[in-house]
């Protein structure tokens, strides 16, 4: 059993009385180990595994937690412990509550706020500082969300920003609208998932024995918000106050910082002994990340026997002189290439130790670039199942428009209101058998002056412009062609939506759907447009030998998603677990290329971190705008601690392109590597 592999330390906090526990987890000292014996030792003593829940922040960490439980027990035991992310946990609780809600990714919702957000004028409001775009102003409204719980939005920006004042009643405005929308049809982001478990725990009173919590240094006030809201006998949390690095993104280390507060009758317990790193490694982690303020009493104890190498500091004159040294010299590295991972504070310094790699024939594989799932050509596939699967998907629709040439988010938008209001709620049936006792489907648009609501509808175009297209007569007679800013080569794409949903409107099967659509005129609108914007030449011509070689690449890769699809029978099923998992899919082989929040909980046998000069790590122009010099330290120390062997530091003294000299990083001061 999970129990007989631990130590002493482990042992303790697996076998804790039932109650608020808190276990100190540093790195590389178990802690999935840990959280596995902790749901054997529950299971062993007969709690029920649908009276467990295990929170995590990737889907991946759950699924091997639980895969590792399985191995002791039988599987169908295991499959019933409620395991998974905060998100993918809400949703499966929410589905399962009835709530009929559609899961959208940010991309998508930013679109849907961009048709809010251009109907608004602001160039009537008097200000020195501009307004924010509308993709920024999703995004700080979703910091909003994560980092508040008290107050409204204004008042909150009220003290970031307060520059932006004058325009915190067109903020709430277009929010609100743009809430009422994703409402409409049911619509949800991740953060709405946490707010609205929130809500549904409330009414139904989701109980569990025990909720276990992994990285718990990295909870925000929503996500805290998330664990409170279930009702539990016990809480068994897991982190490490020195790897909170998420900041950025609202979490709080006041949350772990004050357990012992908020929570009756804790106990707290450390797990000091670390499996990773050699000790000079640790040895240097330590002595920096002492620097911050002690949280709670720990201390790294190596246990790892190998031989010990000192970490190496180098420095270069010139920044690029610094890749290219360390690109030659994990050319003659022994280790093997997917065990070796540079690390970096900033994304610009990702690009250069890319392309010199590349330049001498190594492979790479860079975290966080954009996956299969990710791609136009992919993405379009979706929207269009999605469409099928939900007729109500306003976002899919217009996504799907963004290839109809000369209609953009706003006309596709009003295209969709239409079509939703002669379909009686279904954009399917307004497309393939209007309701024509509703009129005239484009009606005036609101004015208000303050909001910045200023413009009418133009006058109705007429079908007869169509007449020469050969479209089915049915077709010509739909209302939304008599908007006046459709050209032929739009309603040309239209008619192609309106023969693909007709056709396959009753389909169940993706696979058979995505065959049919690969196959079809709409697609092939899709490969087209895709494959000459990606064969534009300098001269702005397109290389037609080019585009035609793309749009084969763009059917192969459609290809590949319709074989994935094979293994669902279900629209829904397919699409939710693309959505869900999408954001943890990487691809390639080769040297690891990774900015440090996403090298966390990974371990590499040899690691090189490059850039250290203060500026750049620690990041002064972040902690000026509200980050921390803890913060950035806490970061040297996550990077520093995913080395198992050999740990190589590096800093260049001048940027010879930019024009800038620098100064080493305070925190190799700290790591006594340089001298004052």
Request: with cysteine; proline share 2%.
């Amino acid at each position: 059993m999970p129990l007989s592999t631990l130590n002493d330390e482990q042992f303790k906090a697996a076998t804790s009385k039932p109650g608020h526990n808190l276990i100190i987890a540093s790195a590389g000292t178990g802690k999935t180990s840990t959280i596995v014996a902790r749901i054997a030792y529950l299971l062993q003593n007969n709690v029920k595994p649908e009276e467990i829940l295990l929170l995590t922040f990737t889907n991946k960490a759950s699924g091997e937690m639980i895969e590792r439980v399985s191995k002791y027990f039988d599987s169908n035991i295991v499959k019933k412990i409620e395991a998974g992310t905060f998100h993918s946990v809400s949703y499966r609780l929410l589905k399962k509550s009835g709530s009929n809600i559609t899961l959208k990714q940010p991309k998508e919702l930013k679109i849907l706020l961009k048709s809010v957000y251009e109907k608004r004028v602001f160039s009537h409001i008097q200000s020195k500082n501009k307004q924010y775009q509308y993709s920024y102003l999703y995004d700080i409204f979703s910091l909003y969300q994560n980092s508040e719980q008290y107050s409204n939005f204004s008042s909150w920006l009220q003290k970031r920003n307060p520059e932006q004042e004058p325009f915190f009643d067109m903020y709430e405005d277009i929010l609100d609208e743009f809430q009422e929308l994703k409402n409409k049809f049911g619509y949800v982001d991740y953060n709405d998932l946490l707010i609205n478990i929130t809500k549904e725990s409330k009414e139904n009173n989701f109980y569990f024995k025990e909720i276990l919590v992994d990285e718990y240094q990295d909870t925000n006030s929503l996500q805290c918000k998330v664990i409170d809201s279930f009702k539990c006998d016990s809480l068994f949390c897991v982190g490490d106050y020195d790897q909170s690095i998420y900041a950025f993104n609202g979490a709080d280390i006041n949350i772990i910082a004050s357990f012992n507060d908020r929570y009756k009758n804790t106990q707290i317990f450390a797990l000091n002994k670390n499996y990773r790193s050699t000790k000079q490694i640790l040895s240097l982690a330590n002595k920096v990340i002492k620097q911050n303020k002690r949280i709670y009493k720990k201390e790294l104890i190596v246990t790892k026997m190998h031989k010990d190498f000192p970490p190496k500091l180098f420095v270069f004159d010139e920044v690029f002189e610094q890749y290219e040294a360390i690109a030659k010299k994990i050319k003659f590295s022994t280790t093997d290439k997917k065990d070796i991972a540079i690390i970096f504070r900033n994304n610009s310094s990702a690009d250069g130790i890319e392309a010199t790699l590349r330049e001498i024939g190594i492979n790479s594989k860079r975290k966080g670039s954009i996956s299969f799932f990710e791609t136009k050509e992919i993405k379009s596939l979706l929207n269009i199942l999605s469409l099928l699967r939900n007729p109500k998907d306003i976002m899919a629709f217009v996504n799907i428009f963004e290839y109809a040439k000369g209609i953009g988010s706003v006309i596709g938008k009003e295209l969709f209101e239409a079509l939703y209001k002669i379909g009686n709620g279904d954009i399917i049936k307004g497309l393939i058998k209007p309701d024509l006792s509703h009129g005239n489907p484009f009606k005036k648009k609101a004015q208000n002056y303050q909001l910045g609501l200023f413009d009418d509808f133009e006058h109705l175009g007429s079908t007869t412009r169509f007449k020469d297209l050969r479209f089915e007569e049915n077709f010509l007679s739909n209302p939304i062609l008599k908007h006046p800013k459709i050209s032929t080569d739009g309603a040309t794409f239209i008619y192609a939506l309106y023969n693909f949903a007709k056709t396959n409107k009753n389909t169940k099967s993706p696979y058979k759907i995505l065959s049919n659509l690969i196959n079809s005129s709409l697609y092939d609108f899709i490969t087209q447009t895709l494959s000459k914007q990606r064969a534009i030449t300098k001269s702005k011509g397109v290389d037609e030998e080019l585009a035609k070689k793309i749009k084969q690449n763009i059917i192969s890769k459609a290809w590949i998603l319709s074989n994935i699809s094979k293994n669902y029978k279900d629209i829904d099923k397919f699409i939710n677990a693309l959505v869900l998992g999408s954001n943890e899919i990487t691809q390639g082989d080769g040297v690891n290329l990774l900015s440090i929040h996403a090298s966390k909980g990974l371990e590499f046998k040899e690691v090189y971190i490059i850039d250290l000069m203060d500026g750049r790590f620690p990041n002064r122009k972040l902690i000026s705008k509200g980050g921390s010099i803890e913060e950035e330290r806490r970061l040297f120390y996550v990077a520093t601690t995913r080395a198992k062997e050999l740990l190589y530091l590096s800093y260049a003294k001048q940027d010879k392109i930019k024009k800038i000299e620098y100064q080493h990083s305070i925190f190799l001061e700290e790591a006594g590597l340089v001298n004052v």
